[in-house]
Structure formats: C-alpha cells, structure tokens
C-alpha cells in the first residue's frame, strides 16, 4: 500500500477517536461543572447535592470510555472520579468499619416517626431493644408521643419534649431548652445529659420541610443550629435528627464546619428516605469530642424514615 493509500484510511480511523476524546473531554467538564455547583448555596446546590451520589453512576461509563478509547486518555475520567470523590468524602461509608454495638461509650439512636403512623411504640421498642442509652424521635404527634413516653417510662426515665421533637434518656437530664432556631415555632431542643464518661450537649433537631421555591425556612434553622453549636463550649457534642438535608447540601454547611457526621460502615450509601426505597439521607447523627462514631441504620416501627443507631466511643 502506497503512503498516499495509508493516509486517508489513517485518518479515517483517526477521526472516531479524536470525537470520542472530544466527547469523554465535554462530559468530564460537564460533571466537574455540577460537584462545584453543588457547594452553591441555595436551590441550585441543594437539588445537586441529592442526585450527587447517584451521580457516581455516570463516572463508570466515563471511565470505561476512557480506558477504550486509549488508556493514556483514563486522566479524563480521573479528574470527575478525584471531584466527585473528594465532594462526597464526609458521606461515603468506610468499608473497614463495623457497625455500632454494645460497649463502653455512649449508644444513640433517632428516628422520624412518620406523624400518623401510629408507629411511635413500636420504633422505641425496637430502638431501646438495641441498648441505646439515648433515644431521639422527630415529627412527633400528641398520639406517637404519649406512646413513646409510655413505652419508655421505666427504662428512661429522663426525657424531654418540646413540640414535634423528643428526647429520652437513661442517664439524668441537667438542663434542658426548647429552640425555634428562627422558625417562630419550636422544632428542636438542647439537653445536657450526664452521662457516665461526662456531661454531653445533645440537639434535636426536626428540621422545617424543602419545597421547591420555600427553603429559606429550612435553610435559616440550620444556620441559626450551626450558630448555638459553635458557642456551645461543651467538651462533647451530639446532634442528632431529621435535618430535610442531604449530607453534602451546603445549608448543613455551619454545622459541618462545627461538628463530624458519624460514619457508616460496609458498601452501601445508608440513605433513610424513604423507608421502602431508601433514595437519600436526611437524618443525621452529628458529634464532637468522640474519637469514633460508627453508624447503621435500622427499620422501626411503620414510619417512612429508617432510624439511625450510632455508638460514639473514646
């Protein structure tokens, strides 16, 4: 074959290539573009910041291409997996690690009840059966309520509860304070709890609900909760609840800078919304002063929340 031949039938076969590398190169910015938009307060950041894990589903295809097309291309796919992987870091679950159970330490659970459900009894027979020493419910009604603090009358008897948000311990209470963190309404509350390795400042927090075009309520109560959180001067610190935000939403921003989120154990993500098909995580455990935080979740009672269970150590 002549060189005059071998020409066109090279770039022939060069042409495809070079529009893959152009096509992996345009999808790879495009998914850097959304992480960074991610950190943007707001709506724009809060809708990235929940379909942000999934997105880890378009990062295989990504790099597949890549290694494909030419493996000396896989750099394309590396610096979305680097992005994304980096912007999720706090959320992904550690394989390593083993879930919470029995030891010393202090044992926590919470969960939203689902208001109506009737699940109240249910969720803090199956919570308190795990051992934990501190129980924390969200979305309370005056039914689930009256059940909750019957159910855990003898084995807690330290509890506290102020409007859609209760607490109940087995180690004694020493302060106690109802919060609106800026609602008007009072959603979450603030108890010191002596417990045997010392006092712990517990938060509570029923987040107010996200709706398209009305989250500054939402918003505003996280940032208000980051406030009290970095003025609390409490050696250890637990917040704990329902928050209606994802782990990477940056409304969760005053409090993450303030407090570490317990960690997962396994493969999987660990979202608990909703119940029946888990699609993300908007109930949380926060801390502080702890030298390990192991979470799980757990299903109790009916509720369309799956609760957490978190031992907090060292």
Same mark, same amino acid.
Not at 202 to 230: C, F, K, N, T, W
């Given at each position: 074959?002549?060189?005059?031949?071998?020409?066109?039938?090279?770039?022939?076969?060069?042409?495809?290539?070079?529009? +893959?590398?152009?096509? *992996?190169?345009?999808?790879?910015? @495009?998914?850097? =573009?959304?992480? !960074?938009?991610? &950190?943007? %307060?707001?709506?724009?950041?809060?809708?990235?910041?929940?379909?942000?894990?999934?997105?880890?589903?378009?990062?295989?295809?990504?790099?597949?291409?890549?290694?494909?097309?030419?493996?000396?291309?896989?750099?394309?796919?590396?610096?979305?997996?680097?992005?994304?992987?980096?912007?999720?870091?706090?959320?992904?679950?550690?394989?390593?690690?083993?879930?919470?159970?029995?030891?010393?330490?202090?044992?926590?659970?919470?969960?939203?009840?689902?208001?109506?459900?009737?699940?109240?009894?249910?969720?803090?027979?199956?919570?308190?059966?795990?051992?934990?020493?501190?129980? +924390?419910?969200?979305? *309370?009604?005056?039914?689930?309520? @009256?059940?909750? =603090?019957?159910? !855990?009358?003898? &084995?807690? %008897?330290?509890?506290?509860?102020?409007?859609?948000?209760?607490?109940?311990?087995?180690?004694?209470?020493?302060?106690?304070?109802?919060?609106?963190?800026?609602?008007?309404?009072?959603?979450?509350?603030?108890?010191?709890?002596?417990?045997?390795?010392?006092?712990?400042?517990?938060?509570?927090?029923?987040?107010?609900?996200?709706?398209?075009?009305?989250?500054?309520?939402?918003?505003?109560?996280?940032?208000?909760?980051?406030?009290?959180?970095?003025?609390?001067?409490?050696?250890?610190?637990?917040?704990?609840?329902?928050?209606?935000?994802?782990?990477?939403?940056?409304?969760?921003?005053?409090?993450?800078?303030?407090?570490?989120? @317990?960690?997962?154990?396994?493969?999987?993500?660990?979202?608990?919304?909703?119940?029946?098909?888990?699609?993300?995580?908007?109930?949380?455990?926060?801390?502080?002063?702890?030298?390990?935080?192991?979470?799980?979740?757990?299903?109790?009672?009916?509720?369309?929340?799956?609760?957490?269970?978190?031992?907090?150590?060292?």
């Amino acid at each position: 074959m002549s060189q005059a031949t071998r020409d066109p039938v090279r770039a022939r076969r060069t042409a495809p290539r070079r529009g +893959a590398i152009v096509a *992996l190169l345009v999808t790879a910015v @495009a998914l850097v =573009a959304i992480v !960074l938009l991610g &950190a943007v %307060p707001g709506p724009l950041g809060t809708a990235i910041a929940v379909v942000l894990p999934w997105l880890g589903f378009a990062l295989v295809p990504l790099v597949v291409g890549a290694l494909l097309v030419r493996p000396r291309t896989a750099w394309i796919a590396a610096v979305p997996v680097v992005a994304w992987t980096v912007a999720l870091w706090g959320f992904l679950p550690v394989p390593w690690q083993g879930g919470p159970g029995a030891g010393d330490g202090l044992l926590v659970a919470t969960q939203n009840v689902e208001a109506g459900s009737g699940t109240g009894a249910a969720s803090a027979r199956t919570l308190a059966a795990d051992g934990a020493q501190l129980l +924390a419910f969200t979305e *309370l009604d005056a039914d689930s309520g @009256a059940a909750i =603090a019957d159910e !855990l009358a003898d &084995a807690y %008897p330290h509890a506290y509860r102020v409007g859609t948000v209760g607490v109940w311990s087995r180690y004694p209470i020493v302060d106690q304070e109802a919060l609106d963190l800026g609602l008007g309404w009072k959603r979450a509350l603030r108890v010191t709890v002596e417990a045997p390795s010392g006092p712990v400042s517990v938060y509570v927090v029923h987040a107010a609900s996200l709706r398209p075009g009305a989250q500054s309520a939402r918003d505003g109560m996280l940032s208000a909760l980051g406030e009290r959180i970095r003025d609390d001067r409490t050696p250890r610190v637990v917040a704990l609840g329902d928050f209606n935000a994802v782990s990477t939403d940056p409304a969760l921003a005053s409090i993450s800078r303030e407090l570490g989120e @317990a960690r997962f154990g396994g493969l999987a993500p660990s979202f608990t919304w909703p119940a029946s098909f888990p699609a993300v995580r908007i109930d949380h455990v926060f801390q502080r002063g702890f030298a390990e935080a192991a979470a799980k979740t757990a299903a109790a009672g009916r509720s369309d929340h799956l609760a957490i269970i978190t031992a907090l150590r060292g």
